[in-house]
């Protein structure tokens, strides 16, 4: 089986759609040995921050000298990016031979169940030290919920997938919640909400409890930007202790290291001096972006806003979010399926709001960034989909900091 093959296969489970339930993964799981048992492992849940919380875990780890596996999703630009270690994406060959050896067992198993147990077996085969695991939906019916790990982390709790989550924030902190295990020591912030059900599963399933103050990180020097990821930091550093308590060698000089160096793109990211993208796609993320926003509003610059947002999301709560910061919102369509069309958008933007549709992303924030100028900025954001597609036309490798010059030259970006 040849790569393109077996993403093509891997892609036609989306037939299946979301499935939540770990009967299925259970059972492919078992007729791979297990192979989720044979490392060490973190596992991240919440609505918002799961990557970052990640980014930062596994860049400590790393330089603490470990082998270090990362698994999340979605991805923005390639399908191995979900799968890492010690940064380096899955190769193509190992893709084409795990999945050929999944697929005798594969029966009416999802898209996320097929690349879960590609993800562990990979890490498996590899020999990893540690794996960062990030849950896909929810926590207590998501498919990564096979691994019994070192450390739970409910980054925090907040409305979205509703249909699959319930629609109280106590339903929903009972679903992340599901990842905390037996004994299993875990981690969230003090301010998460829905803290008394995770502290009430906690009591039930002996588990210690560690609540994460955003201070703990005061003093580190960290590359990714805004107020939010001191919250996802404290987080990451509560988590490592945690791991170092258990034994884990884990230096003052590798913290200071990794988090400094740990990255994750498209999260408040500046791409040019005069852009930003942001993945927020969902109120808790754009109420985060807006409060950044809101300190360029205060030195005195305009919010060129480029927005594209999946119809299944709560639309009416991302744009009174950001489109009150906006000089003016450029609205603008990703090429997939899920794409809200720029009119349903438009339905939820102020009426005294300047609108522009402009379909295409990379020439909508073209525009955006000519409106702004140099004193401006312009801004895209409302869907990993849409921020992972202007990726694809100017940074095809989100996690190196060059531009591809070729597509500039080939006039398909003029970023």
Same mark, same amino acid.
């Not at 990030?134 to 979205?160: K, Q, W, Y």
């Not at 020591?185 to 955003?214: F, H, P």
């Given at each position: 089986? !040849?790569?393109?093959?077996?993403?093509?296969?891997?892609?036609?489970?989306?037939?299946?759609?979301?499935?939540?339930?770990?009967?299925?993964?259970?059972?492919?799981?078992?007729?791979?040995?297990?192979?989720?048992?044979?490392? !060490?492992?973190?596992?991240?849940?919440?609505?918002?921050?799961?990557?970052?919380?990640?980014?930062?875990?596994?860049?400590?780890?790393?330089?603490?000298?470990?082998?270090?596996?990362?698994?999340?999703?979605?991805?923005?630009? &390639?399908?191995?990016?979900?799968?890492?270690?010690?940064?380096?994406?899955?190769?193509?060959?190992?893709?084409?031979?795990?999945?050929?050896?999944?697929?005798?067992?594969?029966?009416?198993?999802?898209?996320?169940?097929?690349?879960?147990?590609?993800?562990?077996?990979?890490?498996?085969?590899?020999?990893?030290?540690?794996?960062?695991?990030?849950?896909?939906?929810?926590?207590?019916?998501?498919?990564?919920?096979?691994?019994?790990?070192?450390?739970?982390?409910?980054?925090?709790?907040?409305? &979205?997938?509703?249909?699959?989550?319930?629609?109280?924030?106590?339903?929903?902190?009972?679903?992340?919640?599901?990842?905390?295990?037996?004994?299993? &020591?875990?981690?969230?912030?003090?301010?998460?909400?829905?803290?008394?059900?995770?502290?009430?599963?906690?009591?039930?399933?002996?588990?210690?409890?560690?609540?994460?103050?955003?201070?703990?990180?005061?003093?580190? %020097?960290?590359?990714?930007?805004?107020?939010?990821?001191?919250?996802?930091?404290?987080?990451?550093?509560?988590?490592?202790?945690?791991?170092?308590?258990?034994?884990?060698?884990?230096?003052?000089?590798?913290?200071?290291?990794?988090?400094?160096?740990?990255?994750?793109?498209?999260?408040?990211?500046?791409?040019? %001096?005069?852009?930003?993208?942001?993945?927020?796609?969902?109120?808790?993320?754009?109420?985060?972006?807006?409060?950044?926003?809101?300190?360029?509003?205060?030195?005195?610059?305009?919010?060129?806003?480029?927005?594209?947002?999946?119809?299944?999301?709560?639309? !009416?709560?991302?744009?009174?979010?950001?489109?009150?910061?906006?000089?003016?919102?450029?609205?603008? !369509?990703?090429?997939?399926?899920?794409?809200?069309?720029?009119?349903?958008?438009?339905?939820?933007?102020?009426?005294?709001?300047?609108?522009?549709?402009?379909? &295409?992303?990379?020439?909508?924030?073209?525009?955006?960034?000519?409106?702004?100028?140099?004193?401006?900025?312009?801004?895209?954001?409302?869907?990993?989909?849409?921020?992972?597609?202007?990726?694809?036309?100017?940074?095809?490798?989100?996690?190196?900091?060059?531009?591809?010059?070729?597509?500039?030259?080939?006039?398909?970006?003029?970023?």
């Amino acid at each position: 089986m !040849k790569y393109n093959e077996a993403l093509k296969y891997i892609y036609s489970r989306e037939l299946f759609g979301v499935k939540l339930g770990l009967k299925n993964i259970t059972n492919l799981l078992e007729n791979l040995g297990n192979p989720q048992n044979n490392f !060490k492992s973190i596992h991240v849940a919440g609505t918002n921050g799961k990557g970052s919380t990640c980014a930062f875990i596994s860049s400590v780890l790393q330089k603490q000298g470990y082998k270090v596996g990362v698994y999340t999703s979605p991805h923005l630009v &390639d399908f191995r990016e979900r799968i890492r270690i010690n940064g380096k994406k899955i190769p193509k060959k190992d893709v084409a031979a795990i999945l050929a050896k999944i697929k005798p067992f594969v029966k009416e198993h999802t898209f996320f169940e097929i690349v879960t147990a590609l993800a562990f077996f990979y890490f498996s085969q590899e020999k990893v030290d540690f794996a960062v695991i990030e849950v896909g939906l929810g926590g207590r019916l998501d498919a990564t919920n096979t691994i019994i790990p070192e450390v739970s982390v409910i980054t925090n709790v907040d409305f &979205d997938h509703l249909e699959h989550l319930g629609e109280t924030i106590d339903d929903i902190a009972f679903e992340k919640a599901g990842i905390i295990k037996e004994g299993v &020591d875990a981690v969230t912030s003090e301010n998460c909400r829905g803290l008394k059900v995770i502290k009430k599963i906690c009591k039930e399933r002996g588990c210690r409890l560690y609540l994460a103050r955003k201070e703990t990180g005061k003093g580190l %020097k960290m590359e990714m930007h805004g107020n939010f990821q001191k919250q996802n930091a404290s987080l990451a550093l509560k988590a490592l202790e945690i791991l170092r308590g258990k034994g884990h060698k884990i230096s003052a000089e590798a913290v200071n290291s990794g988090m400094k160096s740990a990255k994750w793109p498209g999260r408040l990211e500046f791409i040019k %001096k005069n852009l930003i993208f942001d993945c927020a796609h969902n109120p808790a993320g754009a109420k985060a972006l807006a409060n950044e926003l809101k300190k360029f509003r205060k030195k005195g610059k305009n919010i060129y806003l480029v927005i594209g947002i999946m119809k299944d999301k709560d639309i !009416k709560g991302i744009c009174s979010q950001l489109a009150p910061l906006a000089k003016e919102i450029i609205i603008t !369509k990703a090429k997939v399926a899920r794409a809200a069309m720029p009119e349903k958008i438009a339905k939820f933007i102020p009426n005294q709001k300047k609108v522009a549709v402009v379909g &295409d992303v990379a020439e909508a924030l073209e525009y955006a960034r000519l409106k702004a100028g140099k004193d401006n900025l312009a801004v895209l954001s409302g869907s990993i989909f849409t921020v992972g597609e202007a990726f694809a036309r100017i940074r095809p490798e989100p996690f190196n900091n060059k531009v591809d010059k070729r597509s500039v030259k080939e006039g398909k970006s003029n970023l």
